[in-house]
T-cell receptor, first 114, second 114 residues
């Protein structure tokens, strides 16, 4: 049973346009969410996070939106740059569980076309 | 210097061999994790440790063991490697902050079991 789903395995976007990566979750106990970026031959790099008390968090070109009622979050990258081409993982955690485990989605490969 | 290092970066071994993957961190974090990544399956948690005396099984611990030799070192062992343990292995660390538990990853070890 996949608790964190990234239904789009890949996404292609023109340079300068907006990239929107989506993530859905099923566990209503998740109360914080993170996005990681991964380049080939490197480990995942933390990008941005959001807790369930917020519905938006912004950091430069990256914005994460959280819709708790729909159990959906999205990462917006504006404007997209070729260096953003990578695999993006959505992750979720339950701060009340005490285990500090993160559950990851399968990832979405973003290609930004120059 | 990298905050989270993993050795070796690549390893090819044969079925039945014992393998140890090592992870060291200079971030001063108390929590450490081992994940594996398989194509199309995202990151799955193998083991995690909150301190030297606290080791916990993750989602897929069968066939693996770990040792937390010090706060900065966390090793993963495959006692008798099998081909379906061929994967990318990542170590991660975290230091819980308010609201989120951001994990920081090492560069990964590519393990091939023939």
């Amino acid at each position: 049973d996949q608790q964190v789903k990234q239904n789009s395995p890949s996404l292609s976007v023109q340079e300068g346009r907006i990239s929107i990566l989506n993530c859905d979750y099923t566990n209503s106990m998740f109360d914080y969410f993170l996005w990681y970026k991964k380049y080939p031959a490197e480990g995942p790099t933390f990008l941005i996070s959001i807790s369930s008390i917020k519905d938006k968090n912004e950091d430069g070109r990256f914005t994460v939106f959280l819709n708790k009622s729909a159990k959906h979050l999205s990462l917006h990258i504006v404007p997209s740059q070729p260096g953003d081409s990578a695999v993006y993982f959505c992750a979720a955690g339950d701060s009340g569980a005490g285990s500090y485990q993160l559950t990851f989605g399968k990832g979405t490969k973003l290609s930004v076309i120059p | 210097d990298a905050d989270v290092t993993q050795t070796p970066r690549n390893r090819i071994t044969k079925t039945g061999k014992r393998i140890m993957l090592e992870c060291s961190q200079t971030k001063g974090h108390d929590r450490m994790y081992w994940y594996r990544q398989d194509p199309g399956l995202g990151l799955r948690l193998i083991y995690y440790s909150f301190d030297v005396k606290d080791i916990n099984k993750g989602e897929i611990s069968d066939g693996y063991s770990v040792s937390r030799q010090a706060q900065a070192k966390f090793s993963l062992s495959l006692e008798s490697a099998i081909p379906n343990q061929t994967a990318l292995y990542f170590c991660a660390t975290s230091d819980r902050t308010a609201g989120t538990d951001t994990q920081y990853f090492g560069p990964g070890t590519r393990l091939t079991v023939l």
